[in-house]
């Protein structure tokens, strides 16, 4: 289904994907990285050409702006994030469009033996005849999530070149940092004043998620005993075989995301490092219920303790924080945005689909610090590695979407 905003979308999505905005969990600044202020500081510009009111950057690298309401109705905020994930390469980022995709496989120009088919991914045969961006084979395309992003703004703009569109007062957040889990700042629910949110940053048509995992990280460090290796008998102890050995009592054939789906949690190490005399361990635990997350973090804990046991010389230590809540313990609560959404999806003839999110967004924190936030499609596939693409066409219907769902919320 081709839409009026899919040349405004395809031009919004490729020129801001080609620039770099990756996040960074190591960056101590907010945003993380520098880099996510270029993209934001040309979405400031971009909002108030086309007429957005109260547009400003917020010291903590959020962009926030108005689109005045005209009609009665509740305060809704439409949120995106500007950040691309660490977990990839996202630098030098070379959209290119495959207009009308015929259904057979897709290649790349800057990797020859790459390629993706719609046998391996079932969703690409269901675009057959769309136009879908990829990157080049080297990077990230990074419609996770400057879709939302062009989504959003497209749906702004719309809304203020169409006045006579009836609807309450909209609130637009551009968030950074959220892959990295640090996209709501504690000022941002005040700030943004919504009465209640929704991200734009899922994925097949029809998604709109109010399920995310629960979420915490780990560190575990590991002290060993540096010395020669020359006289290192009896008194060497080596961080990094305990790290390894603390790897290898873990679950591998189970609990690992390579593992798991649907609504099972998941223990994955992502990140190592470190020398014989110490080495550190990154964790992320997930699970959809609190007692299987707390679950997962005693079994980490229970490993950590057991391998130092085989070696009182060293020091190993398992450091657990909280990182976002499942935001259905909420929003169960109160389905009143979700069921708008659902209903403005069954208008464009779009069924809604409601599936566990094996993840989490800006709304989950949103949601858990009393903004109600679901999430929505915007058509992004293969997130975080060389073979993401999207379709036009799916985020044209996820700007009907928005613009529906805004209309159906004010008072008549």
Same mark, same amino acid.
């Given at each position: 289904?081709? @839409? ?36 934001? !500081? ?23 702006? @108005?689109? +005045?309401? =005209? ?7 439409? #949120? ?5 994930? %660490? ?8 959209? !290119?469009?495959? !207009? ?45 999530? *400057? ?6 703004? @497209? ?8 006045? &006579?569109?009836?609807?309450? %007062?909209?609130?637009?957040?551009? =968030? ?34 109010? &399920? ?8 575990? =460090? ?8 020359? @006289?290192?008998?009896?008194? #060497?102890?080596?961080?990094?075989? #305990? ?7 873990? +679950? ?8 798991? &789906? ?12 470190? /020398?014989?005399?110490?080495? =550190? ?50 929003? &169960? *609560?109160?389905?009143? +945005? ?27 924190? #949103? ?6 936030? %679901?999430?929505?499609? /915007? ?6 590695? +060389? ?11 996820? /700007? ?13």
């Amino acid at each position: 289904m081709r @839409t009026e905003f899919d040349g405004e979308l395809e031009e919004r999505l490729v020129r801001y994907a080609g620039i770099d905005t990756q996040s960074d969990e190591e960056g101590r600044g907010s945003p993380s990285t520098q880099i996510q202020l270029v993209l934001q !500081r040309l979405l400031v510009e971009e909002l108030g050409q086309i007429g957005a009111r109260d547009v400003r950057l917020t010291d903590y690298g959020a962009v926030l702006a @108005t689109i +005045p309401g =005209t009609a009665e109705g509740p305060v809704i905020g439409l #949120l995106a994030h500007v950040d691309t994930a %660490p977990a990839y390469n996202a630098t030098g980022v070379k959209p !290119r469009v495959i !207009r009308n995709y015929n259904g057979g496989p897709v290649t790349y120009p800057d990797a020859p033996g790459l390629m993706m088919t719609p046998e391996e991914f079932p969703y690409l045969g269901s675009r057959h005849g769309h136009d879908i961006v990829t990157a080049s084979g080297t990077t990230l395309l990074g419609a996770d999530d *400057k879709a939302g992003v062009a989504i959003v703004m @497209t749906a702004a703009r719309h809304l203020l070149a169409h006045p &006579e569109i009836p609807h309450g %007062p909209i609130r637009i957040a551009f =968030t950074p940092d959220e892959e990295i889990g640090r996209g709501v700042d504690a000022r941002l629910p005040k700030d943004l004043g919504a009465d209640f949110a929704y991200t734009f940053d899922g994925a097949a048509v029809g998604e709109i998620e109010y &399920e995310s995992f629960s979420a915490d990280g780990a560190v575990v =460090t590991v002290k060993g005993v540096s010395i020669h290796p020359g @006289t290192a008998k009896d008194k #060497l102890v080596n961080a990094l075989h #305990l790290a390894a050995r603390i790897i290898q009592t873990l +679950p591998q054939a189970t609990m690992t995301p390579e593992t798991t &789906e649907g609504r099972e949690g998941f223990l994955m190490l992502y990140e190592m490092k470190g /020398t014989a005399a110490e080495a =550190t361990m990154k964790f992320i635990l997930r699970d959809f219920e609190l007692d299987g997350l707390a679950a997962k973090g005693a079994l980490l804990r229970q490993v950590c303790e057991a391998v130092a046991a085989t070696e009182p010389r060293a020091d190993i230590a398992c450091e657990i924080r909280p990182q976002y809540r499942n935001m259905r313990y909420w929003l &169960e *609560k109160d389905m009143r +945005p979700v069921d708008l959404a659902r209903d403005a999806a069954r208008e464009l003839g779009i069924e809604p689909v409601s599936v566990p999110i094996r993840g989490g967004t800006d709304g989950s924190r #949103l949601t858990e610090m009393g903004v109600p936030c %679901p999430n929505i499609f /915007t058509g992004m596939q293969n997130i975080h590695g +060389p073979l993401e693409w999207i379709s036009v066409q799916d985020m044209g219907l996820a /700007t009907k979407l928005c613009l529906g769902l805004v209309a159906r919320a004010a008072v008549k």
